[in-house]
């Protein structure tokens, strides 16, 4: 009995202590009755860093830790001194790689001492990394992504990558290798048949209202974002705003890297409102007997069936039988899952209900997918 005592309180001295030397100062109070707050966005842009987060109710501010590692064993803290400021910016970032963050509120208890909340979830800003396999096919990768990870307890442990098409300046006047052997393109599309280099990044079409396609891809990328965070999927952001320095190479290179499929969004050139569809691998021996696309084309189009299905359970129209063939830089270079989603075209509604119903079908496809 009394060696029984003895163990535990051992026991209980080792848990308050694992739990003093995790993430606090000695003295430092966390509460479940302060907020927790969640990051709403994380973009990097050369050596600038800024970030967005949820308003925690009632705190008098708020803690950014920072660190190279996903466990914050070293990490540096960036206190936020106002309650009201829901965003700071970080600038001479010279790190490069991987960095990540998370936030906790506080708010001062009757001994004056801060009482925080528990972390958020984190996430992670990444640079291209040029030991990635194909990575010197790339031209334009000065860019940045941003990993979100779901917060809560519907986590599903996979990272889409939400790949908004077009959106790099300059990446007209530049072009890269359409497949990764040097060999000529099997089919037209944006750039002709017989091909070896295409636009590294090209412009994309205009939809009938005037909207550019990629702020409009735009649009419905940040729908997504939020869709799938709240359905438990970690998201990759390739891109968040009008311009990140990616080109096709490097964006599908990064969710090789960084996630466990890519979807890549755009609206087609037609003018029929003729539907959704995805881009499969085309039908042409030569092509399907090229590395990567060998190994990875009947995911390619498992995840694109997939995702159609979705969008039709959710009410998205499907053009023909929901697929188009088309050899596309993105997927000649792809080891993880891979399509190119062409959710509408110039005359279709891009209005923020249409894209609701695009997102909702967009998870439905991937939580068949990964079943
Ligand atoms: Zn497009």
């Not at 830790?65 to 009201?84: Q, V």
């Not at 909340?117 to 984190?122: E, H, L």
């Not at 990635?132 to 860019?143: D, Q, V």
């Not at 530049?174 to 295409?198: E, Q």
Request: hydrophobic share 35%.
């Amino acid at each position: 009995m009394r060696l029984f005592r003895k163990i535990s309180v051992f026991v209980l001295c080792c848990v308050l202590l694992c739990g003093a030397f995790e993430d606090l100062p000695a003295g430092a109070a966390v509460s479940n009755d302060v907020p927790v707050t969640q990051f709403t966005e994380g973009i990097r842009t050369g050596n600038t860093v800024t970030l967005k987060w949820e308003a925690a109710t009632g705190c008098d501010g708020y803690q950014i830790r920072i660190s190279t590692d996903k466990k914050f064993k070293a990490f540096k803290n960036r206190p936020i001194k106002y309650g009201d400021k829901l965003f700071t910016t970080i600038t001479g970032v010279t790190e490069g790689g991987k960095l990540y963050y998370k936030i906790r509120a506080y708010r001062f208890g009757d001994d004056g001492k801060k009482i925080y909340s528990k972390w958020s979830a984190k996430l992670c800003i990444a640079g291209f990394d040029s030991s990635y396999e194909f990575a010197s096919n790339s031209k334009i990768n000065s860019g940045y992504a941003t990993i979100y990870y779901a917060a809560g307890d519907r986590k599903k442990k996979k990272t889409v990558c939400v790949n908004a098409g077009h959106g790099t300046k300059g990446g007209t006047s530049v072009s890269t290798l359409c497949h990764p052997d040097g060999t000529a393109k099997v089919t037209g599309g944006t750039t002709s048949a017989g091909s070896t280099y295409a636009t590294a990044v090209s412009g994309g079409t205009s939809l009938n209202d005037g909207s550019s396609e990629a702020s409009v891809n735009l649009k419905l990328a940040l729908a997504l974002k939020d869709e799938l965070l709240k359905n438990g999927y970690n998201v990759l952001m390739i891109r968040q705003n009008d311009d990140v320095q990616l080109d096709n190479v490097a964006r599908t290179i990064m969710a090789n890297n960084l996630s466990d499929c890519h979807i890549a969004l755009h609206y087609d050139s037609t003018s029929t409102d003729k539907g959704a569809f995805y881009i499969s691998v085309p039908d042409v021996s030569s092509y399907r007997k090229m590395y990567p696309v060998s190994e990875h084309y009947k995911e390619h189009d498992e995840l694109g069936k997939a995702l159609v299905n979705g969008m039709k359970s959710a009410g998205v129209k499907i053009y023909g039988s929901g697929y188009m063939g088309i050899d596309l830089t993105q997927t000649s270079y792809s080891t993880v899952p891979s399509v190119d989603l062409e959710v509408g075209d110039k005359a279709s509604d891009h209005s923020a209900a249409a894209h609701a119903k695009i997102a909702e079908g967009i998870v439905k496809g991937l939580d068949e997918f990964f079943k």
